[in-house]
Structures are given as structure tokens and as C-alpha cells.
């Protein structure tokens, strides 16, 4: 392939990538503009006119920003593919830093500072703006200051040395560097996993025990029943951040715990969040975590051979906007393009997660009270103003659940 040709084909997938997700969003929010009127029947028991449509307005909103913010990752895309922003960066890198992993580095964190500051004054709107104005958002700036430090420290102090030892791999470890750096990947990732509940995610967040007798009493026994060892029942004090709610468990081996947000806490009956967890519990028990390591792992093998390859096609380069390749410029060039021609088939990801989600909920019918998992998820649907009324095709490629509807009619069915 020439570089003219790769350049044309990277344009035309492009051009399609952005034209489909701005399609989908104006069809979602047409769609909720649609149906905004009246509550659905199925949940007109549990949700008022007025909850509904707040959680229209709230989701009108939020695609509104979307289209924004797709218009403007393909403006940046663009500049640094398209527009040689990557092969200019590495020029500036390489310069003042030599050759080797060094510049690799230089590029890599410069690529992301620069790429974080250009979406920062969208995360600012969605954040102070928009969740702001729907009543969600309890970020205050001095919070919303440190969380972004500790993020950056913590991914440089993490990210950094992997990224270090590929590009080491890419330069000193022969035509099949991929493949130590998919097992360099995978160990990371393990590592990470082991780590995060005892020393990442309390950076963030403070976890307190689970205090109520008669809530832990009863959690205990479907741990029990369920056959789960836990490293103990955790409260986040997610409603410093936001009055979303939520809970998982997370962590793997003897370093798994459970973790409810506060503000769900707050709202559920106990037989509501039993069932609830009973739906997490669910993911493990069809070892829906592992199948997705899994595929996760599988397909980065195949993404890394295909970079493997990339890596000393030159037209991969010049199509692209870099005019001297190097180790740096090859791995950049490929994640940041790489979304452009995955994003057609994210269909079929979210086609698998949904399928999980219904198997999950079977689960926690087995084992607790659909009934209560119904009124559980509704209070959680009207509380987060999610809407009730997703655009079908909208939903399909971008949410990793079963729209509200056919996940209640399916519990309602067990």
C-alpha cells in the first residue's frame, strides 16, 4: 500500500467514524424528544411524569455535548494524524531529548498533556455546567483540581515504566517484541487489579466497613449462599463527587471486596440492595470478568502483532503525517488512530456485555427477589435520571446495558 492510498483510506474511515456517531446521537436525542410526554406504561407505577422527564431534558443534554465533543476529538484527530501533529511533536521530542526511550517518553507524555488540555474545557462544561444544572454535580474545583493531579501523578507514576519497557521491547527485542509486550501488558494489568482496591481507589475515595448489623447480616448470608469470599463490605463516599449511585466489587483473589456507593445506600430498601448485589455476584458466577479479560487479552495480542507489523511499513507513517518514523511515532500513530476503524464493530462489544447483563440478572432472581431487583433498578433508572426511552440503535453501539425496558421485562419473566 502507498502512503497516498493509507492516507485516503484513513480519511474516508474517518469521515465515516464521525458522520455515524453524530448520526446516532441526533437519532437518540430525537428519539427521547419523541417520547418525552408521557412516562412508559411499564414504569408509570414508579416514576413520575415529572422524574421522566427530567431524565429526558438530562439526556437531550448530555448528546447535545456529545456531538460537541465529537466534532472536536475529530478536529484534533485530524490535526495530529492528517495534520503531521505527531510527527511534529517527535521532531520536538527527539530534539531535545536525543534518540531512544527517553524521546519515546517525551512524545508519549506530551501527546497526552496536550490531548488533556484540549478536552479539559469540556469536562469543566459537562462537570459544572451541565450535572450542575440537572442538581448531580457536588464536585467542588479545589476537588476537581486534585482528583486531576493525582490522576496525572498516579498515571505517570504507574503508565510511564510500561510504556518505558515497550518501547525498550520495541527496539531491542526482534520481530516478536509484540509478543513480550502483550505479556508485559497482561502482567500490568493483573498487577493493577491486585492493587486497586487497598491503594489506588482509596486515593480517591474514603471506603468505610458496612456498619449496619442488620444489612451486613443479610449480605453475609447471600455470600455465603452465593459461595463468594470477600475481603469485607466497603461504603464510598461516592456523594462527594455526585449524588449518582452505584455499587460493584473489584480486585481478584483475596484482595476482592464489595463496594456500595453511599448515596445508594441511602435510597434502597435492604431487600433492594441485596438484590442488587445478588446482580454483581451474578458477573462472578458466570465468570463474565474473566470472559472479558479474555477476549480483552486475545484481541490486544492481535492489535499488538498488527502494530508489529506497522511498525516498519513506512507508508504507515508518511500516510499519516510522520515524515523520520521511530519506535515512539509508530506507537502513538497506531492507538490514537486505531479508534477510527474499531468504532463501526463497538457493536458488537456492547452485544456481549448485554447479554452478560441479562445472564447476570437471571442470577440475582435465582438466588434473591426479581421483584426487588425491579424496584431496585427503577429507583437507580429515576434517582440518575437515566432515560427509559433510548434510541434502539443508539443504545446498541453505545450502552454496555440493556435498555430499562427489556431488562426489567426479561426480570419480570424469571
Known amino acids: 500500500m502507498s502512503a497516498t492510498d493509507f492516507r485516503l483510506v484513513f480519511l474516508l474511515f474517518l469521515l465515516f467514524s464521525t ?10 436525542l ?17 416514576i413520575e411524569l415529572a422524574a421522566h422527564q427530567k431524565a429526558a431534558d438530562y439526556s437531550v443534554a448530555k448528546a447535545r455535548l456529545a456531538r460537541w465533543v465529537i466534532a472536536w476529538e475529530a478536529l484534533v484527530l485530524s490535526f495530529f494524524t492528517l495534520g503531521g501533529g505527531i510527527g511534529w511533536l517527535d521532531g520536538l521530542s527527539r530534539a531535545g531529548l536525543g534518540e531512544g526511550v527517553w524521546a519515546g517518553l517525551g512524545l508519549i507524555a506530551g501527546l497526552t498533556l496536550l490531548s488533556s488540555v484540549l478536552s479539559l474545557p469540556f469536562s469543566l462544561y459537562s462537570t459544572f455546567v451541565l450535572e450542575e444544572r440537572f442538581g448531580f454535580n457536588k464536585m467542588t474545583a479545589k476537588l476537581f483540581i486534585i482528583d486531576l493531579l493525582k490522576s496525572t501523578l498516579l498515571g505517570a507514576a504507574l503508565g510511564l515504566p510500561l ?28 498487577f493493577l487489579m491486585a492493587i486497586y482496591p487497598s491503594f489506588i481507589a482509596p486515593l480517591f475515595n474514603k471506603f468505610t466497613p458496612l ?18 469470599a ?35 445506600i441511602e435510597r434502597l430498601t435492604p431487600a433492594e440492595i441485596e438484590a442488587v448485589l445478588a446482580h ?44 523520520q518514523p521511530s519506535t515512539a511515532a509508530a506507537l502513538t500513530l497506531f492507538f490514537t488512530a486505531l479508534p477510527v476503524f474499531t468504532f463501526p464493530f463497538g457493536w458488537l462489544s ?35 435520571a437515566s432515560t427509559l426511552t433510548p434510541d434502539p440503535l443508539h443504545s446498541l453501539f453505545y450502552d454496555s446495558h440493556p435498555p430499562a425496558a427489556l431488562r426489567i421485562a426479561a426480570l419480570r419473566q424469571a
Open 30 to 46: 430525537q428519539h427521547i424528544l419523541r417520547h418525552r410526554a408521557a412516562v412508559p406504561a411499564d414504569f408509570a407505577a414508579g
Open 280 to 323: 454483581e455476584l451474578g458477573h462472578y458466577k458466570r465468570r463474565h470478568i474473566i470472559k472479558r479479560m479474555v477476549l480483552m487479552y486475545g484481541l490486544g495480542l492481535l492489535t499488538l502483532a498488527l502494530l508489529g507489523y506497522l511498525k516498519d511499513a513506512d507508508w504507515f507513517y508518511a500516510g499519516l503525517g510522520v515524515n
Open 230 to 264: 470477600s475481603n469485607g463490605v466497603f461504603i464510598m463516599d461516592g456523594s462527594k463527587r455526585s449524588s449518582h449511585g452505584n455499587a460493584y466489587f473489584t480486585g481478584f483473589g483475596k484482595t476482592k471486596r464489595i463496594v456500595f456507593f453511599d448515596t445508594l
Open 350 to 384: 456492547s452485544r456481549g456485555s448485554r447479554q452478560h447483563e441479562y445472564e447476570a440478572d437471571e442470577y440475582a432472581a435465582s438466588v434473591s427477589s426479581a421483584d426487588a431487583l425491579v424496584s431496585g433498578l427503577v429507583k437507580l433508572y429515576r434517582d440518575n
Open 163 to 190: 510504556v518505558a519497557l515497550v518501547l525498550w521491547l520495541m527496539d531491542a527485542a526482534g520481530s516478536l517484541w509484540w509478543l513480550y509486550a502483550w505479556a508485559a501488558w497482561v502482567g500490568f494489568g493483573l
Open 211 to 228: 456498619e449496619d448489623a442488620s444489612l451486613k447480616s443479610r449480605i453475609d448470608a447471600l455470600l455465603s449462599k452465593c459461595g463468594f
Open 19 to 28: 458522520a455515524l456517531q453524530l448520526w446516532l446521537k441526533t437519532r437518540h
